[in-house]
Structure formats: C-alpha cells, structure tokens
C-alpha cells in the first residue's frame, strides 16, 4: 500500500523557519497524478488542512492562517512533497501529517504519514 513518510518537524524560535518533507513510496500510479495535502493537529484540537497541491497542475491553496508564510511544492523525481514554512508562529505548534487519496478499483483510499512535530516557541 501506499506509503508516505514525514520528515523535517523540529523546536523553532517564533519567526523562524522550517521545511518539511514527505516522501511517497509504493505508488499504483505516477507520482504526479496524486494530490498531496498537509494536515495539522494541536493537542485539543481538530485536525486541519493547512495545504494543497494539486495532481498535474500543481495548483495549491492554503487555508487563511498559513497564506503568505507557507508554501507547498513537489519534486516529482524525488516524489517528495515540502512544505517550506517562514515566519512561525507559537500557534502553529502541532503534528504535521502530509495525505494523499488513491482511486482504485474499490474506490478512493485516503493514506496518511506518521506525523513530524512541529514546536515554536516565543
């Protein structure tokens, strides 16, 4: 099954910067004809989108609070996902999950990663 991996979390001053990756691996299908999305979830909260790129376009969104600080790519050599992340801020203190959805013959199947923690302080 697919598999995805998480990497890069770390202790950050506030305004600082960090970048994550996530690595895909046994894929069905060419790397870039998945849609990648990064989550987060802090303790007590839902889990959030907070980016998305899209298949073969590469069109991304990103959710209001990570607009102008966050920005998601891909390599599609490396099947790797990043999420370069500047000027960080205490409240996007979370666990970081990138997902990704493959379609197959019994439907759609949402894969996640194991998590990479993310904590700023001030």
């Known amino acids: 099954q697919v598999q995805l991996v998480e990497s890069g979390g770390g202790l950050v001053q506030s305004g600082g910067s960090l970048r994550l990756s996530c690595t895909l691996s046994?894929?069905?299908?060419?790397?870039?004809?998945?849609?990648i999305s990064w989550h987060r979830q802090a303790p007590g909260k839902e889990r959030e989108r907070v980016a998305h790129?899209?298949?073969?376009?590469?069109?991304?969104h990103y959710t209001d609070s990570v607009k102008g600080r966050f920005t998601i790519s891909r390599d599609n050599a490396k099947n790797t996902v990043y999420l370069q992340m500047n000027s960080l801020k205490p409240e996007d203190t979370a666990q970081y999950y990138c997902?990704?959805?493959?379609?197959?013959?019994?439907?759609?199947?949402?894969?996640w990663g194991q998590g990479t923690q993310v904590t700023v302080f001030s």
């Open positions: 790129i899209s298949a073969r376009t590469d069109d991304t």
């Open positions: 997902k990704t959805t493959e379609v197959g013959v019994r439907g759609p199947f949402d894969y």
């Open positions: 046994r894929l069905h299908f060419s790397f870039s004809s998945y849609s």
